[in-house]
């Protein structure tokens, strides 16, 4: 079972940086595609980012292009969400998700089966 725990969230102006990590239980982290997935109030729980099991790739929802990065330290069993320009639009309940690579898609919620119990962000105007 991989339990995941986020942090790094808070209270930002709109233009500034924040910087989440998510750390992992398990050893086998190594072997996971991780992925973060935002929610905002009254919406659906939406793709952000993920990474593969290799960091070798990383895919992004088209909203946060250019301003977020997603990465992985395997040493410490973390990935972290690197968000620079934040808007207002980004305020959300940050999730991150953890599944086996090759085992179906990687951009929506039914395709992660372990979850973090998120970390609040809010961009401020």
């Known amino acids: 079972q991989v339990q995941l725990v986020e942090s790094g969230g808070g209270l930002v102006q709109a233009g500034g940086s924040l910087k989440l990590s998510c750390a992992a239980s398990?050893?086998?982290?190594?072997?996971?595609?991780m992925g973060w997935f935002r929610q905002a109030p009254g919406k659906e729980r939406e793709f952000v980012a993920h990474?593969?099991?290799?960091?070798?790739?990383?895919y992004y929802t088209e909203s946060v292009k250019g301003r977020f990065t997603i990465s992985r330290d395997f040493a410490k069993n973390t990935v972290y969400l690197q968000m620079n320009s934040l808007k207002p639009e980004d305020t959300a309940v940050y999730f991150c998700a953890a599944k086996r690579p090759y085992t179906g898609g990687a951009y929506q919620t039914k395709d992660y089966p372990y979850w973090g119990q998120g970390t609040q962000v809010t961009v401020s105007s």
């Open positions: 990474i593969t099991w290799n960091g070798a790739d990383t």
């Open positions: 398990e050893q086998t982290f190594t072997i996971y595609t």
